[in-house]
């Protein structure tokens, strides 16, 4: 799988849109870019996957960028039930390994 | 609501006894996955089955058996439970080998005394 990197934090107002920026500048052409999250204390949840095109799904939209080098996570209205920390990973192939690197936690504020 | 299923919520053992998590999905999905979490680990993969019909040993299968009842069940058996086995486990699910796992149950916190 790819090296990912994120910003370990970020704040956001609720309301607003919670953009979450991912570099993943040695992606392979067959890798998947994959959005987790995880709040604490519980398991955690899929959000949205993506190969070329951008995605958008009823949680969130998914950018990728045009090489593929990075992408944005986007919560169009960011609630206070989205605190939680934003795991981004680039993996091909099968396989059920999950490696979450750091991640972003994301703090929606009133 | 769709998804998967966990159960129990809660378990506590003692060392040397056996039990089964029992792990079903309603998505009509085909790979199906064991995991367990411990503090500043991340998730583990234990054992996972591609397909129905299928199993294979994940990074940590030791201590763990399992069973691909059908389609919608796979259960994690523990025949003699260590205190190394003190985790929260979780099943997950993915409608295809390709895919990493998209639904996740609410995980069993499992505590060996």
């Known amino acids: 799988d790819a090296k990912t990197t994120q910003p370990p934090s970020m704040d956001c107002a609720e309301g607003r849109a919670a953009n979450l920026p991912c570099n993943h500048s040695t992606i392979s052409g067959n890798e998947y870019v994959y959005w987790y999250r995880q709040i604490h204390s519980q398991g955690p949840q899929y959000i949205i996957h993506?190969?070329?095109n951008n995605e958008t799904n009823e949680m969130a939209s998914l950018i990728i960028t045009e090489d593929r080098k990075s992408s944005t996570l986007i919560l169009p209205h960011a609630t206070l039930r989205d605190t939680a920390v934003y795991y981004c990973i680039a993996a091909s192939g099968g396989g059920g390994k999950l490696i979450f690197g750091q991640g972003t936690e994301l703090s929606v504020k009133p | 609501n769709a998804g998967v299923t966990q159960t129990p919520k809660f378990q506590v053992l003692k060392t040397g006894q056996s039990m089964t998590l029992q792990c079903a999905q309603d998505m009509n999905h085909n790979s199906m996955y064991w995991y367990r979490q411990d503090p500043g680990m991340g998730l583990r993969l234990i054992y996972y089955?591609?397909?129905?019909?299928?199993?294979d040993k994940g990074e940590v299968p030791n201590g763990y058996n399992v069973s691909r009842l059908n389609k919608r069940e796979f259960s994690l058996r523990l025949e003699s439970a260590a205190p190394s086995q003190t985790s929260v486990y979780f099943c997950a699910s993915s409608p295809r080998w390709q895919l990493r796992p998209q639904h996740f149950g609410d995980g069993t916190r499992l505590s060996i005394l």
């Open positions: 089955s591609a397909s129905e019909g299928t199993t």
């Open positions: 993506g190969l070329k």
